[in-house]
Nanobody, 125 residues
Framework: QVQLVESGGGLVQPGASLRLSCAAS????????MAWFRQSPGHEREFVGS????????EYADSVKGRFTVSRDNDKKSVTLQMNSLKPEDTAVYFC?????WGPGGRRAETYHNWGQGTQVTVSS
């Protein structure tokens, strides 16, 4: 099993940038397909972006494409989410998730077995 802890959330103004980090412990991070999800009150947890085990393959939700970047450092056991040009609709609790099964984890939250506790991101003027 891998344990995940997110950090870096906060309150920012529209147009600002924020960098979220996910620190992993336990099993080797390179064994896991990693993803970021977010959830706002009254809404289901939604896919934000993902990165393959090697770090070369990345996918993003249409709502964040071109603004957010997912990256990983397996040696440092960390995954980051760089968020630029933030909008009020990006306000949510952001979660780091790991999938240790065969192949990619995909975009469905139900697929992922390991989750962090989440970090709050609020975009408001």
């Amino acid at each position: 099993q891998v344990q995940l802890v997110e950090s870096g959330g906060g309150l920012v103004q529209p147009g600002a940038s924020l960098r979220l980090s996910c620190a992993a412990s336990g099993r080797t991070l390179s064994s896991y397909f990693m993803a970021w999800f977010r959830q706002s009150p009254g809404h289901e947890r939604e896919f934000v972006g993902s990165v393959t085990r090697s770090g070369f393959g990345k996918e993003y939700a249409d709502s964040v494409k071109g603004r957010f970047t997912v990256s990983r450092d397996n040696d440092k056991k960390s995954v980051t989410l760089q968020m630029n040009s933030l909008k009020p609709e990006d306000t949510a609790v952001y979660f780091c998730a790991a999938y240790g099964g065969w192949g990619p984890g995909g975009r469905r939250a139900e697929t992922y077995h390991n989750w962090g506790q989440g970090t709050q991101v609020t975009v408001s003027s």
